[in-house]
């Protein structure tokens, strides 16, 4: 058996999404082979992103300040705002380089088997937002039936004058956005479909 600390920091890491014991075992040993300068480097970038990094007060998209570079880009269009679920499928969108519009973060999906209700999203924080210059909401959610149920109920919130599409078909179903490969997913951004 390892001893205490190197077992705890196998523990650690087997918290991480997809590593095992195997994987854990093989970082943590990784950890002890590394110079003592590198693993303070490591533990104080862990600490200092998480000390630092908060959502952007506008649209909930990570940030080290009150607002997000997306946000603070004067060359961005104001007149699309696109509707995710989680700050990571802003990361997966911008990967694609296609997008120029503006972004806002749920926190989650209406979801009646979680008991997500609209009130525990940032749902009054968008329609606050929606002005006479927004003029389209792409969702981009996963096509889910947490999903479909986030886009009716935001399709029936929303002022007639704000176009709303969705992202067309392609995209796995019941699969996570963020998985999606970026050929697919920026297929289903083009092709998107006005409801
Ligand atoms: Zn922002």
Redesign the pocket.
């Known amino acids: 058996m390892y001893p205490l600390e190197l077992q705890k920091l196998i523990e650690l890491f087997k918290k991480l999404p997809g590593v095992g014991n195997k994987t854990a075992e093989r970082y943590a040993l990784l950890v002890l082979e590394m110079e003592e300068a590198e693993v303070e480097e490591f533990a104080e970038g862990l600490l200092d992103a998480k000390r630092k990094i908060t959502e952007?007060e506008?649209?909930g998209?990570y940030?080290n300040g009150k607002?997000?570079d997306?946000?603070l880009d004067a060359q961005r269009d104001e007149s699309v705002i696109c509707v995710v679920s989680s700050a990571r499928d802003i990361l997966a969108i911008e990967k694609l380089n296609s997008f120029q519009g503006r972004y806002h973060v749920l926190g989650g999906l209406i979801s009646t088997v979680n008991n997500v209700m609209p009130n525990d999203l940032n749902i009054d924080k968008l329609l606050l937002r929606l002005n006479d210059e927004v003029k389209e909401l792409i969702l981009a959610f996963s096509p889910t039936l947490e999903g479909e149920t986030t886009a009716l109920y935001l399709s029936k919130k929303v002022d007639e004058s704000v176009v709303i599409s969705h992202l067309a078909q392609g995209l796995p179903m019941g699969g996570q956005l963020e998985y999606a490969d970026e050929m697919t997913l920026l297929r289903s951004f083009e092709n998107r479909k006005k409801v």
């Open positions: 952007c506008i649209c998209n940030t607002h997000c997306i946000c």
